[in-house]
């Protein structure tokens, strides 16, 4: 059993905590932001994330959990410090440290005894090794300090069977020193443990998130072929998958990739390439294509529906993916800008969030959201999207077109119903 103080209870931070603490570590998890520490001390969660609010309740009543807003005081008091902060993307795509620095500098005022200070959060490759510096540049001890770089994997919505089941556990470190503790740290299962130096870690979490978006990418523009052959896309990338080189994963067409991490951290491995002279020609396609989707969703869209103006469009799903509430680079916004601002009385509905956008009207019942509708776009694949009552949605609607803008509705179904099934890739 260990003490750890996790830095940021947001997505990360809140599932590695409730983790950590089911494995029988006792943990701190501490936060700026007073708000979210009162609503976790009353066994509420800040973010949705099915399992964890459970997950939570049941470490802290077995007293293995516990929450703070008092950073300075819990990075004092514990050996190892796992910063979760976020590390948002600036206009020009390099990633903002600037929360990375303000946890540095606490543990540099703070620092008595030996710590290991962890670097959950993402960040471009080189920041672990200039945290090292920065330590030794304020006078501190090389004794009394190891810094690891250990990228978190999980996805949200299904952040608790990730870290349960990791695939991979990834540490970097500059000694062999702080190993040992490492190894107790996370129950890895079958999972290989991967050490590798500082820069090594922030590169494999770089390089798996710009390979998962190529992957899709690759996915959207194969569709779009596919498209223009009247070939069934879907079929295709069964038969991609199937070849264990390949794989069955993210080949899924659609709006494409959004959320907090394959955007930004694609474009912060960008930066990164580019600021060494490294060209990214690969990189830049993938991004490239991803900022088409919507574009290309609304061509199709236009065939059947050609002026968007003053037509009631009701898109359902608003979130980046199902199973979160998160909106953040969520293609779903994007796409419901887009038809604001061509003119269109844009209506939604999201299983977990209402909307607050000017010029759009959020509805908290599904089947009112389609009512007089011209057009209805699933932008978001939710669970129960895919079990609509097509009858009733077709009699609710003025129009009858169903753009199926993540392929995950059975066309056939929708078009028994007399509804017109669109969708890319899709015959
Ligand atoms: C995480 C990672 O840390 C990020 O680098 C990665 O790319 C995505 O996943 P996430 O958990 O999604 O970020 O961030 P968020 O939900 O915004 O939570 C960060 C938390 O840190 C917030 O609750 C914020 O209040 C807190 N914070 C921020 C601090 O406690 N101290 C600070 O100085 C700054
Ligand atoms: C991602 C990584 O998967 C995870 O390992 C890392 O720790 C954080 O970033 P997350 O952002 O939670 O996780 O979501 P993910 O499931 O990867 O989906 C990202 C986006 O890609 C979503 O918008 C999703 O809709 C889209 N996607 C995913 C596709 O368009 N097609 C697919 O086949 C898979």
């Not at 940021?8 to 998890?29: K, N, P, S, W």
């Not at 090389?142 to 069977?161: C, H, Q, T, Y």
């Not at 107790?184 to 390089?207: C, D, H, N, W």
Request: with cysteine; proline share 4%.
């Amino acid at each position: 059993m260990m003490n750890i103080c996790i830095v940021g209870a947001g997505y990360v931070g809140l599932t590695t905590a409730a983790a950590l603490a089911e494995f029988g570590h006792d943990v701190l998890c501490v936060d700026i932001e007073q708000s979210k520490i009162d609503m976790l001390n009353q066994g509420l969660i800040p973010i949705y994330e099915p399992g964890l609010e459970e997950l939570i309740r049941k470490n802290v009543q077995n007293g293995n959990l516990h929450f703070s807003f008092d950073v300075k005081e819990g990075i004092k008091n514990n050996q190892i410090i796992q910063i979760a902060v976020g590390t948002p993307p600036k206009k020009d795509g390099s990633s903002d440290l600037g929360y990375i620095h303000n946890v540095i500098e606490v543990v540099h005022s703070t620092i008595q005894d030996y710590k290991i200070v962890i670097t959950k959060s993402t960040v471009p490759p080189g920041t672990n090794e200039w945290i090292h510096q920065r330590f030794l540049d304020e006078g501190i001890d090389e004794k009394l300090f190891d810094i690891v770089s250990n990228p978190e994997f999980l996805r949200e919505g299904i952040a608790l069977w990730d870290i349960f089941h990791p695939n991979k556990i990834v540490f970097g470190t500059r000694t062999k020193r702080p190993i040992k503790v490492l190894k107790k740290l996370y129950q890895s299962g079958r999972a290989p443990v991967i050490f590798t130096s500082l820069t090594g870690a922030e590169m494999i979490k770089y390089a798996s998130n710009a390979f998962l978006a190529t992957k899709i990418s690759f996915a959207n523009e194969t569709a779009r072929i596919c498209d223009a052959y009247n070939v069934e896309y879907s079929d295709v990338a069964l038969g991609l998958g199937t070849d264990p080189r390949i794989g069955r994963d993210f080949l899924k067409a659609g709006l494409g990739f959004g959320g907090s991490c394959l955007p930004k951290d694609l474009r912060s491995l960008m930066y990164s390439a580019q600021r060494k002279n490294v060209d990214t020609r690969l990189l830049d396609a993938v991004l490239e294509i991803n900022n088409t989707q919507v574009e290309l969703y609304l061509k199709k869209l236009n065939t059947h529906l050609p002026d968007f103006k003053g037509k009631r469009i009701t898109v359902w799903g608003v979130t980046f993916k199902p199973n979160t509430d998160d909106l953040r680079f969520s293609p779903a916004i994007a796409l419901i800008s887009e038809l604001v601002n061509k003119g269109a009385n844009v209506h939604t509905y999201d299983p977990i969030v209402q909307l607050q956008l000017p010029a759009i009207c959020s509805h908290a019942n599904q089947n009112e959201s389609i009512t007089n509708s011209d057009a209805l776009i699933i932008a978001t694949e939710w669970e129960q999207f895919l079990n609509s009552n097509w009858a009733e949605v077709k009699s609710r609607m003025s129009g009858s077109i169903i753009l199926d803008a993540r392929n995950c509705l059975d066309a056939e179904t929708i078009r028994k119903n007399g509804l017109i099934y669109l969708g890319v890739g899709r015959r």
